[in-house]
DNA sequence: TCCTACAATGGACTTTGTCTAAGTCAAGCG
DNA sequence: CGCTTGACTTAGACAAAGTCCATTGTAGGA
């Protein structure tokens, strides 16, 4: 919860009051915001906070592992708040809606020493596509 | 390979010098390359070439099935002649290099039902990230 | 309280991609 | 072989997302 901001003062990160809007609103709402619309919510709490501070901030944040950049489609980067536990996406095709699965299984067991090439590999992003209820008319 | 020409000839696909050449640069190259990248190349065998064009090109390629769209970050989509064989990407965090892998098992089934929400799940799209050997500094 | 390094601002700039109106040309038809 | 026609191409304007930078502001320590 609003730990976060603990968290971060933990870390000695210099509080401002733009930083603390920032995280408040990634704190606040669980979806996946663009970076404007993290912009539009900021300015809802605090009129002057500038588009640069909120993409600064932003990155400061997944720089420090406390949020999570996701690129569903190539429209936006999408920050999500859900850092702390691993997790993927499925995403709607049509209307771009996301949300957060659980898949059996390590994909990161998956892939065999013969297909790393020498990689160091740490990291896997797995993203399910499909039409969500609505979408798919049902 | 060259029956990328001739399946796009049989599908009824008004031929240019211009369509030509943006397939022959997909097809030349097995590696991954972005929009402005096709134009530089194509550019280079066709010199009048407009962005649009290729833009264009690129994005009927993907709709007929013959090229894939591969966005593994934010920067610029790439385009990935290798679409038919299923395959997933490895992505260097560093340089950005791309290669193919095939993971062992199948993704999409170990999405269960109780993590599908409804969504009719078509598609999964797995990239593994890391740091290649040049990159890793071995 | 005062200082200073770090942060915020806003506006210009870059990159990637889309759109449009006007011109051009591949391919079928006679 | 040379028209005709509609699909294709072009250049450049436009748009969206993000970055950069010089200036101004301020959090937090001495």
Redesign the interface.
Known sequence: MSDLLERLRGRGWRMTAQRRVVAEVLNGEHVHLTADEVHARAVAKLPEISRATVYNTLGELVSLGEVL?V????R??RYDPNAHRPHHH?V??RCGAI?D?????N??A???DA???????????????????DC?G?
């Open positions: 950049e690129t569903t489609d190539k936006a980067k499925l709607c095709a949300r699965v659980h898949p059996n299984g994909p990161l998956d892939l065999p297909e790393r090439f020498g990689f160091t590999v740490s990291d896997v992003e797995v993203t399910y596509r499909g039409l969500c209820p798919a049902g």
